[in-house]
């Protein structure tokens, strides 16, 4: 267990339906990121906030967003789904006190089908 | 796109055997980190090891890193069944925190 939860375990839904995924980092970790697992792309940064504040951007689409909270958990959302988001929806935290050269930890992932 | 590329992509190997991964990958990097992953469940680490370091010791496994080949490899000493899984490679580049993933290295280990 790494500390790391995420909430729903699986989420089946519809297309041009939007979705909510929760993610709650390890105790005193301030940074927050976001992965997404497809077979075709692999695993692919989507974006990392760090203590509520957004840091960096990777291949996220526009109808993707995230934010995190006062409380440091964090929640992406997805909408007008499209078949192609089906996916593994990771989050990963670390502490980064140092620029990013800190293990990160991931939850279990959200497993994502779009019909 | 993927910065790190694992070699083998499949790897089959009798239990009780070492299995060595590799990862090479294109740019400067903070450091690199494996991590396991059993059958689309969640991503367990398993070592990090930074850009000054060349070698890294953690019960079984062993990971070295050659920055003047752009390259690591992870070894899995006398593996056990329950070592079946897939691993990836992931560094870290610059200031900027991200992690970016090979597409990974199947392992199977053999009762």
């Known amino acids: 267990d790494s500390g790391v939860t995420q909430t729903p375990k699986h989420l089946i839904t519809a297309t041009g339906q939007r979705v909510t995924l929760r993610c709650s980092p390890r105790?005193?970790?301030?940074?927050v990121y976001w992965y997404q697992q497809s077979l075709d792309q692999g695993l692919q940064f989507l974006i990392q906030?760090?203590?509520?504040?957004?840091?960096a951007k990777g291949n996220i689409l526009e109808r993707f967003s995230a934010q995190q909270f006062p409380d440091l958990h964090s929640e992406l959302n997805l909408s007008s789904l499209e078949l192609g988001d089906s996916a593994l929806y990771f989050c990963?935290?670390?502490?980064?006190?140092?620029?990013?050269?800190?293990?990160?930890?991931f939850g279990p992932g959200t497993r994502l089908l779009v019909l | 796109s993927q910065q790190g590329e694992e070699d083998p992509q499949a790897l089959s190997i009798q239990e009780g055997e070492n299995a060595t991964m590799n990862c090479s990958y294109k740019t400067s990097i903070n450091n690199l980190q494996w991590y396991r992953q059993n059958s689309g469940r969640g991503l367990v680490h398993l070592i990090l090891i930074r850009s000054n370091e060349r070698e890294k010791h953690s019960g079984r496994l062993r990971v070295t890193l050659d920055t003047s080949k752009k390259s690591s490899s992870l070894l899995i000493t006398a593996s056990r069944a329950a070592d079946t899984a897939s691993y990836f490679c992931?560094?870290?580049?610059?200031?900027?925190?991200?992690?970016?993933f090979g597409k990974g290295i199947t392992l199977s280990v053999r009762p």
């Open positions: 990963a935290s670390s502490v980064d006190v140092s620029g990013g050269q800190e293990t990160q930890y």
């Open positions: 992931a560094t870290g580049t610059g200031a900027n925190s991200k992690l970016t």
């Open positions: 105790s005193g970790d301030l940074s």
């Open positions: 906030y760090y203590n509520g504040e957004e840091r």
